[in-house]
């Protein structure tokens, strides 16, 4: 019996054949290792973070240590500045180790971080790329917090400090400011580097509410009769409203009382939008800036906010979705905000 074998056109179709099973399967094989690596890297980065903050603890057993920003040399290990010193510590931890990075404290927790792992950067730190106004609840002056202070400075560089309005005694929590809703505001009367005209722009507030009014939360320009700013506040009991003269942006959403939130409004120069908890609310047409008079907190034309304001932040230019996911993340943890 005389054997047969392939021909010609069947070996081609067989070759056909697996270059698209190979197409097919190439492609997903390799995200599924890049997954595994990057979830793999996401777990040593949690290890080691877990384990700098059990060695600065077993450190404070032995001598007061207190960092307030380190640096991750190329084997992990850190270098801190503690009054005008630098303090080697040494951190035990199973997995791949950062080869660099900065890790900032407060009251020798972690408070943000910048870690390069296996060549990829991993950050939880607020975006700086335009950052001219950082007011934050947690270090309301650039020494840490003061719960006397009656100036909340700005930590952005531009010495954009607020001047606590109608408050016989401040009145803070060790994370926010709290505002009475009756008339408390604060106020920025020489603002610099603050966008104005055409410039592009972002607002982000982190805030919480005791009554869901009309209380303002952040407002940029002249307040008059009509209203002639550029500011963010809540509309009454349907969410919040951008509002530029008689263009107002409303984005009807529902909130609750005592919840923390991160809304954000921006303009790209082309439209306007506003986010909630990083998540897109609403858009509309863009409009300009109006020329800057004063900057408030906790006020507007319609009123006064009842509640807190935890951090409030302006950059120069329009941030892009991925950066406000970046800065929620943030005050996520650092804010305890629950979704």
């Not at 009367?189 to 939360?217: H, K, M, R, W």
Request: charged letters at 25%; proline letters at 2%; hydrophobic letters at 40%.
């Amino acid at each position: 019996m005389k054997n047969k074998g392939f021909t010609l056109i069947e070996l081609l179709a067989v070759v056909v054949i697996l270059a698209i099973i190979a197409l097919i399967a190439v492609p997903i094989i390799l995200n599924i290792i890049n997954d595994a690596r990057t979830e793999a890297d996401e777990m040593s980065k949690e290890l080691y973070l877990t384990a700098v903050e059990n060695a600065v603890a077993r450190k404070n057993l032995t001598e007061e240590f207190k960092p307030d920003t380190c640096e991750v040399d190329d084997t992990g290990n850190l270098t801190c500045i503690i009054d005008d010193k630098e303090v080697k510590l040494s951190i035990e931890v199973n997995g791949t180790r950062p080869t660099g990075g900065t890790i900032k404290f407060i009251d020798n927790m972690i408070d943000s971080y910048i870690l390069v792992i296996n060549g990829k950067t991993y950050t939880h730190s607020y975006v700086q790329d335009g950052l001219v106004l950082w007011l934050d609840g947690i270090n309301n002056t650039r020494d840490g917090h003061d719960e006397n202070t009656t100036i909340w400075e700005d930590l952005s560089g531009n010495n954009n400090d607020a001047t606590l309005m109608n408050y016989d005694d401040p009145t803070w929590n060790e994370n926010s400011l709290i505002f009475d809703g009756i008339n408390q505001y604060a106020q920025i009367l020489n603002q610099t580097n603050i966008p104005e005209g055409e410039s592009p722009y972002t607002i982000e507030v982190v805030f919480e509410a005791n009554v869901l009014n009309d209380g303002g939360l952040l407002s940029l320009g002249v307040e008059r009769e009509v209203g002639h700013a550029n500011g963010f506040r809540l509309f009454r009991n349907v969410g919040f409203k951008h509002f530029y003269w008689s263009f107002d942006l409303d984005y009807r959403v529902q909130l609750n009382i005592n919840a923390i939130y991160t809304a954000v409004a921006l303009n790209y120069g082309s439209e306007r939008r506003i986010y909630l908890n990083s998540e897109f609310g609403v858009k509309g047409f863009a409009v300009p800036n109006v020329k800057l008079g004063s900057i408030v907190l906790g006020r507007s034309i319609e009123g006064f906010l009842n509640g807190n304001i935890y951090s409030v932040r302006v950059y120069n230019r329009g941030l892009s979705e991925e950066e406000i996911k970046q800065n929620y993340e943030v005050d996520k943890k650092r804010f305890g905000i629950i979704e």
